[in-house]
């Protein structure tokens, strides 16, 4: 057994964007990744349902709906995501480039990372893996059960087929399943996206419980302590969860307020405030790098990938990103997904960060047939979604 917490304390790269111009960007490229609405689609259910002050049964909140549709979202987003998702920014980009764009699941690319190489397309990789592991261990303990969430995490790392799995997560499930309390098993200085891209189950059950800030971060704080232990993960996944109860909250369409962006800017920096004794303060704030994309808000996505770094899997860029293109327009869900991960960086986690959000503010009854029903294991994805919608609503 692990008498202590193996430590380890390595330096994240800020995902140099490595000189890669937009304007090298096909045009049909760029075209689609200009916000607004998209093709028409045939999806589950034929038009918006706007809630009212009085609501009616067709236009009252339906929970299992709205957190399936959280859970296929997120699924879709990664699946999309997947076929290019690689460890240099300039051959992703590069990829992008040379398909003019992804616009359906596609078959992974040359410069995938390796154990992505034999997946076929709509197949998902760690970021539904583990918000499935989430959702399934809070479904089978009835509730939020910090236990019952890392013995998930040793259950995923021992039986799951990784894909694309960060040497921080598995290091993490190592000394989990070795024995080390899950409040200490993460790696100290760990500020990749990991805690955030599998945070949507914690917020939709904040959401139902109506639990305050301080409840939801301290949620935060638990989950990253099992794998990243650090303020930047933390306070990247409390962003990511403020989104999804935005998105829950929201009349079944994606519209965020002028000012939300601003507001998230002070979430985030309040949440670092409270996080100066328990897991210190940190060079890098998310905060910060929020402050300095506040200005191109509005800019298409690969311009504000290039604010960001690229996008990469270094917290500060991945979620500064994803929520800069979530407060940027009132996105479709199609478009959406479609622009976070023609970004490019790490588009796989992007994708699901952003079809989470997506998927639980419009329901899966409105999400796309062609994407819900060809994405891998879409019946037991559904299944998983309507029992966990379940459990929170007893």
């Known amino acids: 057994m692990f008498a202590a917490c193996f430590i380890e304390i390595r330096s994240f790269p800020t995902g140099e964007f490595m000189g890669f111009s937009h304007r090298s960007v096909p045009a049909s490229l760029r075209e689609l990744l200009q916000p607004g609405r998209g093709p028409d689609d045939a999806s589950l259910e034929a038009a918006p349902q706007q809630v009212t002050a009085a609501p009616s049964r067709r236009t009252a909140f339906k929970p299992k709906d709205r957190i399936t549709g ?185 519209e965020p307020a002028p000012e939300r962006y601003s507001e998230l800017i002070e979430e985030a920096a309040w949440a670092e405030a409270q996080l100066v004794q328990t897991l210190g303060a940190s060079d890098d704030p998310i905060s910060q790098n929020l402050r300095e994309v506040e200005d191109g808000i509005g800019e298409a996505p690969l311009e504000l990938a290039e604010l960001c770094n690229g996008a990469t899997s270094y917290v500060c860029n991945s979620v500064t990103y994803v929520t800069a293109l979530l407060c940027s327009a009132p996105w479709e869900f199609e478009d959406g997904i479609i622009a976070a991960v023609n970004g490019g960086g790490d588009t796989d986690t992007n994708g699901s960060m952003v079809g989470a959000v997506l998927g639980a503010a419009y329901g899966v009854r409105k999400l796309p047939r062609r994407f819900v029903d060809k994405v891998e294991e879409s019946e037991m994805i559904r299944d998983l979604g309507s029992r966990f919608a379940d459990m929170l609503t007893v």
């Open 70 to 254: 959280m859970i296929v979202g997120c699924a879709v987003g990664d699946a999309l995501g997947m076929p290019v998702e690689g460890v240099e920014t300039r051959l992703t980009l590069h990829a992008l480039n040379r398909l003019g764009g992804i616009r359906d699941f596609l078959a992974p690319q040359p410069h995938v990372i390796r154990t992505l190489r034999r997946l076929r397309p709509g197949c998902w990789t760690d970021d539904t893996q583990l918000t499935l592991a989430v959702a399934r261990a809070m479904t089978r303990a009835g509730g939020m059960s910090y236990d019952a969430i890392a013995d998930a995490h040793i259950e995923a790392f021992e039986t799951l087929e990784l894909r694309g799995w960060d040497t921080t997560t598995k290091q993490a499930c190592r000394r989990l399943a070795q024995g080390t309390p899950r409040q200490r098993s993460g790696k100290l200085g760990g500020s990749g996206n990991g805690v955030a891209m599998k945070i949507s189950p914690v917020a939709a059950w904040s959401f139902m419980r109506k639990e305050s800030r301080e409840q939801l971060l301290n949620h935060c704080v638990a989950i990253g302590a099992m794998t990243h232990y650090d303020p930047r993960a933390v306070v990247g996944a409390y962003l990511i969860a403020l989104q999804i109860r935005d998105a829950l909250a929201s009349p079944r369409r994606w």
